[in-house]
């Protein structure tokens, strides 16, 4: 009963924010592209070591926010590396009784107006839609499922594997040239659209 009671809130929120649709959304040519915002689950993030890999692969010039969200307190932030601009945490304890991060806990995370928010989760959890709910965003890419999709710009079928952020960001420097213009809207990429970057799963 209390599980069903906390999905409706969750569902009731999600829907306010997305009506709201807060921040200009606008699809920007990769070499635009310099905040980037990155969202993962300690629980099923595969290699930390691939992830800062991806990062110093993609070169120079742009500023890379990590917000990690964990069911228990991080033990170690140093494991994360020194790639990021800023780094942010979240656990249990951060949330509110509808699963949405509550507003003092990582509020610079949700208050930056980045470029590119992408979601590595590779499954559908509630906190992670709220996550990439909440967050200010010219483009959202995130895994393909009902709840996501509503959230994202761009939904990917996250590739298997240890180097999930590598694979996407190959992925969106094919698409990013063709589809970003500058003044673009995220409507052209086709919110029901499944793309595939690689074998992955939805």
């Given at each position: 009963m209390?599980?069903?009671?906390?999905?409706?809130?969750?569902?009731?929120?999600?829907?306010?924010?997305?009506?709201?649709?807060?921040?200009?959304?606008?699809?920007?040519?990769?070499?635009?592209?310099?905040?980037?915002?990155?969202?993962?689950?300690?629980?099923?993030?595969?290699?930390?070591?691939?992830?800062?890999?991806?990062?110093?692969?993609?070169?120079?010039?742009?500023?890379?926010?990590?917000?990690?969200?964990?069911?228990?307190?991080?033990?170690?932030?140093?494991?994360?590396?020194?790639?990021?601009?800023?780094?942010?945490?979240?656990?249990?304890?951060s949330?509110?009784?509808?699963?949405?991060?509550?507003?003092?806990?990582?509020?610079?995370?949700?208050?930056?107006?980045y470029?590119?928010?992408?979601?590595?989760?590779?499954?559908?959890?509630?906190?992670?839609?709220?996550?990439?709910?909440?967050?200010?965003?010219?483009?959202?890419?995130?895994?393909y499922?009902?709840?996501?999709?509503?959230?994202?710009?761009?939904?990917?079928?996250?590739?298997?594997?240890?180097?999930?952020?590598?694979?996407?960001?190959?992925?969106?420097?094919?698409?990013?040239?063709?589809?970003?213009?500058?003044?673009?809207?995220?409507?052209?990429?086709?919110?029901?659209?499944?793309?595939?970057?690689?074998?992955?799963?939805?």
């Amino acid at each position: 009963m209390l599980e069903k009671l906390r999905n409706r809130c969750w569902k009731k929120r999600l829907r306010r924010i997305l009506k709201k649709k807060a921040g200009e959304r606008e699809i920007l040519p990769w070499d635009r592209v310099v905040k980037i915002g990155v969202y993962v689950d300690e629980a099923r993030l595969p290699d930390k070591k691939a992830l800062l890999a991806a990062v110093r692969q993609a070169g120079t010039g742009r500023e890379w926010s990590l917000l990690v969200y964990s069911d228990k307190p991080v033990a170690s932030k140093e494991a994360y590396g020194n790639v990021w601009k800023e780094l942010f945490f979240l656990d249990r304890k951060s949330l509110g009784f509808s699963r949405f991060p509550k507003q003092n806990r990582a509020g610079a995370f949700f208050q930056t107006g980045y470029d590119l928010l992408i979601d590595l989760s590779p499954e559908f959890h509630y906190v992670d839609v709220a996550v990439m709910a909440m967050a200010q965003a010219k483009l959202k890419v995130g895994k393909y499922g009902d709840w996501n999709q509503k959230v994202n710009d761009l939904s990917l079928s996250l590739p298997e594997g240890k180097e999930p952020l590598g694979r996407v960001l190959a992925a969106l420097q094919a698409y990013l040239p063709s589809l970003g213009t500058g003044g673009g809207s995220p409507e052209a990429l086709g919110r029901k659209k499944k793309e595939r970057p690689g074998p992955g799963r939805s």
